[in-house]
């Protein structure tokens, strides 16, 4: 079974730039290893879904790291998925095909395998798997946003009145690793003197304001060059209020100006009226 942390290292690790290193009796090493052992897709329990298989990369470096490793056993990890990266890189198309048909084959099973899955499923495990799909869509959804704001600067958020006395004490607390270096900071934060405290506390206080300010002015340079979708959920919300509040503004006004309009047209046909009424009444008096 593939390694889950090889595989996200690996994903990961794909987007970044290599150093230019390979061989030809490495590649022919490859494209005959794919023939003789094919990886198989992720495997999962009896009662879970089917996974995903891997894509022509993935099944290469799944199988090829173990032999790259074993030939250089200096490499670290890292450096192991790099040469693999720049390997997979420079193959020809025809080296790369038994990965990739591969990978085909076992997705029209996987494809398989999911639907007589499916069709195992009652109407409300079926609703409870698309309610999780969601959530996992969230998720990473939330992440990529998370992550994309930092690249952007977004400010760092408050500290609180304890980390920022962890922080000040930790270098000499007691502990011979950071879980107790924490345990002792936090008896030593309980035991503290609400005086003592409170110098603490108004540096959080002074923090959340640093806070405030920052993160304000860094949303409004995010909606200046158009990335709102990365501002924060409570500011969205506070901004849709804001617009709803001032589109009812504006249909009250306009309501009321044509309240105002339909008055005044209603006073001009009244005074209209009015005025041929007298000239008729005094025509006919003359008659």
């Not at 946003?145 to 930790?170: D, L, Q, S």
């Not at 107790?180 to 409170?198: C, E, R, Y």
């Not at 504006?250 to 046909?269: D, G, L, N, Q």
Request: hydrophobic share 35%; proline share 4%.
């Amino acid at each position: 079974m593939a390694p889950f942390g090889l595989v996200t290292a690996s994903v990961g690790l794909l987007a970044r730039s290599f150093n230019v290193f390979t061989c030809t009796s490495t590649l022919a090493r490859v494209t005959h290893a794919a023939y003789r052992n094919p990886v198989k897709c992720l495997s999962t329990e009896a009662s879970g879904p089917p996974k995903r298989p891997l894509n022509g990369y993935m099944r290469y470096v799944v199988q090829q790291k173990p032999v790259v490793v074993s030939q250089n056993p200096e490499l670290k990890h890292v450096e192991a998925i790099r040469k693999l990266a720049q390997e997979w890189k420079l193959m020809r198309p025809e080296q790369k095909q038994p990965f990739e048909d591969a990978f085909l084959r076992e997705k029209e099973q996987f494809k398989i395998d999911l639907q007589h899955y499916l069709a195992q499923l009652t109407p409300a495990e079926l609703e409870q798997q698309v309610l999780e799909k969601r959530q996992r869509k969230a998720k990473r959804k939330a992440f990529r946003k998370k992550r994309e704001a930092t690249v952007m600067g977004k400010p760092k958020r408050p500290r609180t009145a304890f980390n920022i006395f962890m922080a000040e004490h930790f270098v000499e607390a007691k502990g011979e690793n950071t879980q107790a270096k924490m345990k002792t900071l936090l008896s030593d934060w309980k035991k503290l003197f609400s005086n003592q405290k409170q110098v603490y506390t108004q540096l959080a206080e002074d923090d959340k304001i640093r806070y405030k300010n920052e993160i304000t002015s860094w949303e409004d340079h995010m909606m200046e060059i158009g990335r709102s979708d990365l501002l924060r959920d409570k500011t969205l919300v506070s901004q849709r209020r804001k617009a709803a509040e001032a589109e009812k503004a504006k249909k009250k006004k306009r309501e009321a100006a044509k309240k105002v309009a339909a008055a005044k047209a209603k006073s001009r046909t009244v005074k209209k009226t009015k005025s041929i009424v007298t000239k008729v009444v005094k025509n006919t008096k003359k008659t």
